[in-house]
């Protein structure tokens, strides 16, 4: 397994492109009796690979893309060696997420290898753009066609890096939505000297920033935390120290629980520009909807698979970024997200321990083994 992903780790699949993970993939699952289809949109490609025919469909979900480097210099080893020191093992996307395909990739041969009989349709989809921006490609217009031809995915374990200290310490059973816009606020450009004749949407930025900041946009739940507000680019000037700009642009983000929802955020935030009487364009884009696994039967037997090997059972809750399990939800699916531990994903000198990569394996194999006994 550990050389397995080496072999991965040591591709530059810096999203949108695979750059021949899936070959590999595909050449490992083939040879127990994976069918395995390519399903490609434009400049993104996705490896489907089931195993059996009846039953209950259980996927597990992930990506091989990774995200840039940063600078190469500092990393201690270089990012693509996949180098291991003692029990680490450093590569850009090892936590996030070629670990995880590695593990399961494993544990299902195990698995499979081991079983006399599976009561239920083994599946694994992987894409090469979960981290990119493209429109195209994405998990969720192969979720579409599924849906379309009736086939449901009544069980979904995503490989997200979910743990925080250690491994399998925590599960997420949901995630929260995220809602991005872009705003333009509209002035009149002139000369600094004389204020009477230009109008300074930087100045005007000042009080709106202010009351997104105090906006109290929901309380949350018991699974979700409340929806929070961030800025992540301003942008303004022409570069002359002595003229007004006439526009000002803003990038920003919601990320939302279950409590608010796509319309009311909208709603709310064009009415505090109204409120201020600005002359604004505004551009909305939705990333996913929030979603929560409510039915226990899943979660039941990932926390009892957790326990069965580690001896503690993993904390649930629905924190984090986004994730292409939205893309899932829309079939009420059972979702599960369990992986690698997150300190150290998209950051200079991304890691993982080699052992507990080993204790994610068996309990990747272990709810295996518990759901084919379930069902």
């Given at each position: 397994?550990?050389?397995?992903?080496?072999?991965?780790?040591r591709?530059?699949?810096?999203?949108?492109?695979?750059?021949?993970?899936?070959?590999?993939?595909?050449?490992?699952?083939?040879?127990?009796?994976?069918?395995?289809?390519?399903?490609?949109?434009?400049?993104?490609?996705?490896?489907?690979?089931?195993?059996?025919?009846?039953?209950?469909?259980?996927?597990?979900?992930?990506?091989?893309?990774?995200?840039?480097?940063g600078?190469?210099?500092?990393?201690?080893?270089?990012?693509?060696?996949?180098t291991?020191?003692?029990?680490?093992?450093?590569?850009?996307g090892?936590?996030?997420?070629?670990?995880s395909?590695?593990?399961?990739?494993e544990?299902?041969?195990?698995?499979?290898?081991?079983?006399?009989?599976?009561s239920?349709?083994?599946?694994?989809?992987?894409?090469?753009?979960?981290?990119g921006?493209s429109?195209?490609?994405?998990?969720?217009?192969?979720?579409?066609k599924?849906?379309?031809?009736?086939?449901?995915?009544?069980?979904?374990?995503?490989?997200?890096?979910?743990?925080?200290?250690?491994?399998?310490?925590?599960?997420?059973?949901?995630?929260r939505?995220?809602?991005?816009?872009?705003?333009?606020?509209?002035?009149k450009?002139?000369?600094?000297a004389?204020?009477?004749?230009?109008?300074?949407?930087?100045l005007?930025?000042?009080?709106?920033?202010?009351?997104?900041?105090?906006?109290?946009?929901?309380?949350?739940?018991?699974?979700?935390?409340?929806?929070?507000f961030?800025?992540?680019?301003?942008?303004?000037?022409?570069?002359?120290?002595?003229?007004?700009?006439?526009?000002?642009?803003?990038?920003?983000?919601?990320?939302?629980?279950?409590e608010?929802?796509?319309?009311?955020?909208?709603?709310?935030?064009?009415?505090?520009?109204?409120?201020l009487?600005?002359?604004?364009?505004?551009?909305?884009?939705?990333?996913?909807?929030?979603?929560y696994?409510?039915?226990?039967?899943?979660?039941?037997?990932?926390c009892?698979?957790?326990?069965?090997?580690?001896?503690?059972?993993?904390e649930?809750?629905?924190?984090?970024?986004?994730?292409?399990?939205?893309?899932?939800?829309?079939?009420d699916?059972?979702?599960?997200?369990?992986?690698?531990?997150n300190?150290?994903?998209?950051q200079?000198?991304?890691?993982?321990?080699?052992?507990?990569?080993?204790?994610?394996?068996?309990i990747?194999?272990?709810?295996?083994?518990?759901?084919?006994?379930?069902?």
């Amino acid at each position: 397994m550990i050389e397995f992903l080496q072999h991965l780790l040591r591709i530059k699949s810096i999203s949108p492109r695979d750059m021949g993970c899936f070959d590999l993939i595909e050449k490992e699952l083939i040879q127990h009796n994976f069918k395995c289809e390519r399903i490609n949109y434009l400049n993104v490609e996705n490896l489907y690979a089931t195993y059996g025919d009846g039953g209950k469909l259980f996927c597990f979900l992930g990506h091989t893309d990774v995200v840039p480097s940063g600078p190469e210099n500092k990393w201690k080893y270089p990012p693509f060696s996949a180098t291991i020191e003692n029990d680490v093992l450093y590569g850009r996307g090892v936590a996030d997420m070629k670990a995880s395909v590695a593990a399961f990739i494993e544990a299902a041969k195990e698995f499979i290898t081991s079983s006399e009989d599976v009561s239920f349709k083994l599946a694994i989809l992987l894409t090469s753009n979960e981290e990119g921006t493209s429109k195209d490609g994405f998990i969720d217009k192969i979720i579409e066609k599924m849906i379309e031809d009736s086939e449901n995915i009544d069980f979904c374990l995503v490989g997200e890096p979910t743990s925080n200290n250690r491994v399998a310490d925590c599960a997420r059973i949901g995630r929260r939505g995220s809602l991005g816009g872009h705003l333009k606020i509209l002035g009149k450009q002139g000369h600094i000297a004389y204020p009477e004749k230009v109008i300074n949407p930087i100045l005007q930025s000042g009080d709106l920033i202010s009351k997104l900041n105090e906006k109290i946009w929901d309380d949350g739940n018991d699974a979700f935390d409340p929806t929070s507000f961030q800025i992540s680019n301003i942008s303004a000037g022409t570069g002359a120290h002595n003229v007004v700009p006439g526009e000002l642009e803003l990038t920003f983000n919601f990320r939302f629980s279950t409590e608010s929802t796509e319309e009311s955020l909208k709603s709310q935030f064009e009415s505090i520009l109204d409120e201020l009487k600005l002359n604004y364009e505004l551009n909305w884009y939705l990333n996913g909807d929030p979603y929560y696994t409510k039915v226990n039967f899943f979660k039941d037997i990932v926390c009892s698979s957790v326990k069965q090997v580690t001896g503690y059972t993993p904390e649930l809750n629905a924190k984090g970024g986004t994730s292409d399990g939205r893309f899932v939800a829309k079939m009420d699916t059972e979702i599960i997200e369990l992986g690698p531990v997150n300190d150290s994903i998209h950051q200079i000198n991304e890691h993982i321990k080699i052992s507990e990569l080993w204790t994610l394996k068996d309990i990747y194999k272990k709810i295996l083994i518990n759901l084919n006994q379930a069902l």
